[in-house]
């Protein structure tokens, strides 16, 4: 479950785990385009986020099993310090799909996972979430 819970991490928040480069200005980790749309800052990730294991503890990720046996991860109970909000997640989404992969079980989240480690400036992630009764795809361009 353990790896379960940073893959989510490393999915959604720990863009930062997978850039090397050291921190050179103070941009914003995530600035909101549109409704749907956000731009992401390696730098600040980088710096913000480190190797993004803290921020597990700031949340809770349980199965959620809405449309069959896993149906992606619902995400509840966050802390003041919880980056999921600046992310445009709420308490209670469901992340069923990461970069066109669904997250029907643990190995799909590490799929993803390892994926998102090869993110770089000028790639985007598509996160598909479930609120409310309604699907969103939140889209994500990893900038400089």
Request: hydrophobic share 45%.
């Amino acid at each position: 479950m353990k790896k379960i819970l940073l893959a989510l991490a490393l999915s959604n928040l720990a863009l930062g785990s997978a850039f090397a480069a050291p921190p050179k200005l103070s941009a914003p980790l995530v600035a909101q385009v549109s409704r749907l749309k956000f731009e992401v800052s390696r730098t600040a990730a980088e710096k913000e986020l480190g190797d993004g294991v803290g921020q597990l503890a700031t949340f809770t990720a349980l199965p959620a099993f809405d449309d069959g046996p896993f149906s992606g991860i619902r995400v509840s109970s966050f802390s003041k310090k919880c980056l999921l909000p600046r992310f445009g997640v709420q308490e209670g989404d469901v992340v069923a799909a990461i970069q066109g992969t669904n997250l029907r079980g643990p190995g799909d989240i590490m799929e993803v996972a390892k994926r998102l480690e090869k993110i770089r400036p000028g790639n985007h992630v598509r996160v598909e979430i479930r609120r409310n009764g309604e699907t969103l795809t939140q889209n994500y361009l990893v900038v400089e």
